[in-house]
């Protein structure tokens, strides 16, 4: 089991940046990936970026492509989306979720942090 806390949401301008954090405890020796989802009132959940822990390839959604980094921080246990050039649209309820080896929808997840871009 892999506890997962996010952190770091809140309001901010389009145009503006934050960086979200997420903090894993537990059996994160258990970890094959790592990744950030995203939730907008009315919509489906939504992949936004991820990484592998072996390979250490990073991957991202079309839409956040150039302005959203992934990162992590190995001695913290703690995995970062750094995002810029926020937008509108970006507005929603992000998620950090691991990935013990069957896919994301069936590992860990966390509780969730708002995001809110205004115009």
């Known amino acids: 089991q892999v506890q997962l806390v996010e952190s770091g949401g809140g309001l901010v301008q389009a145009g503006g940046s934050l960086r979200l954090s997420c903090a894993a405890s537990?059996?994160?020796?258990?970890?094959?990936?790592m990744g950030w989802f995203r939730q907008a009132p009315g919509k489906e959940r939504e992949f936004v970026a991820a990484?592998?822990?072996?390979?250490?390839?990073?991957y991202y959604a079309d839409s956040v492509k150039g302005r959203f980094t992934i990162s992590r921080d190995n001695a913290k246990n703690t995995v970062y989306l750094q995002m810029n050039s926020l937008k509108p649209e970006d507005t929603a309820v992000y998620y950090c979720?691991?990935?013990?080896?069957?896919?994301?929808?069936?590992?860990?997840w966390g509780q969730g942090t708002q995001v809110t871009v205004s115009s």
């Open positions: 537990g059996r994160t020796f258990s970890t094959y990936g």
């Open positions: 990484f592998s822990w072996s390979g250490g390839s990073t």
């Open positions: 979720a691991a990935d013990h080896g069957l896919g994301y929808l069936d590992g860990s």
